[in-house]
């Protein structure tokens, strides 16, 4: 796919205006993190990418076409969810192809791309096993492989990692990263959390009460905040 471009997109709920009018460019192949304290509108946002949500104003473009003019099964955007949203009665291998099997895609092709995934994921050993019985971060890899198998032109993450303890973020941030270097699709990923942010993305875009802040690598953030909350936030010495 080529580029998501956000042209004056905004968002209400009721009265309350959550996203004042923004734009926004996303490359094809860029790892963009939105990064913003609880509650600034990173899921709100992403979800208006995806679809799950319309924009009260604006235009959402996936390839210079109005995203409303194309299903949001349709969009080629595969959001990642944290690993709860497993079903638990499923092995790893039913709950990885499932997408495959409601998109009715026949079962040479599922068995296929479902023992990639899970190479790609280290799942082969763990694929007859249920959820209930891996590792968090094994259940996030099958999150993610069910993400992979429908190979989507982009992958929205929100915060995969936020019920992980502290030393399986590390190891899945970096297994993300990865995974983004081999398969050079597009990534946006939500977070709250600094560190993810400047470590994983190319791109950050620093959110607050619904406002894009500054939109640069982490290193332009670092060495030039545009303001104090970008400074504050990031941790540089503005
Ligand atoms: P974040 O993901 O950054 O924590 P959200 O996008 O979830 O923030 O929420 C942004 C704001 O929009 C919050 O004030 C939240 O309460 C509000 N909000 C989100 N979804 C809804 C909804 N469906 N109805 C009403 N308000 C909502
Ligand atoms: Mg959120």
Redesign the pocket.
Same mark, same amino acid.
């Given at each position: 796919m080529g580029q998501i471009q956000l042209n004056q997109v905004s968002k209400s709920?009721g009265p309350?205006e959550?996203i004042p009018p923004l734009d926004l460019t996303i490359e094809d192949g860029e790892f963009v993190v939105f990064v &913003?304290p $609880?509650?600034? &509108?990173? $899921?709100?946002l992403l979800r208006l990418i995806a679809g799950l949500e319309d924009v009260s104003g604006g235009h959402v473009l996936i390839d210079g076409r109005d995203a409303t003019e194309i299903v949001p099964a349709k969009r080629g955007l595969a959001m990642v969810f944290q690993s709860y949203a497993l079903y638990p009665h499923m092995s790893v291998r039913k709950n990885i192809a499932f997408p495959l099997r409601m998109a009715g895609l026949d079962k040479a092709e599922q068995d296929k791309r479902v023992t990639q995934a899970a190479e790609v994921l280290n799942l082969t050993d763990y694929l007859e096993r249920r959820p209930g019985q891996l590792s968090g971060g094994q259940r996030q890899r099958v999150a993610i492989g069910r993400a992979i198998v429908r190979e989507p032109a982009a992958f929205l993450f929100d915060e995969p990692l936020s019920n992980l303890d502290a030393a399986l973020r590390v190891g899945m941030r970096l297994e993300i990263s990865e995974l983004h270097k081999r398969l050079k699709t597009t990534m946006i990923y939500?977070t709250h959390d600094q560190v993810e942010a400047m470590t994983m993305a190319d791109k950050i875009v620093v959110l607050q009460a619904g406002v894009i802040e500054q939109v640069g690598s982490p290193l332009e953030l670092y060495q030039r905040p545009r303001n104090t909350f970008v400074a504050g936030f990031i941790g540089s010495p503005k």
């Open positions: 709920f309350v959550v &913003g $609880s509650g600034c &509108g990173k $899921s709100t939500v």
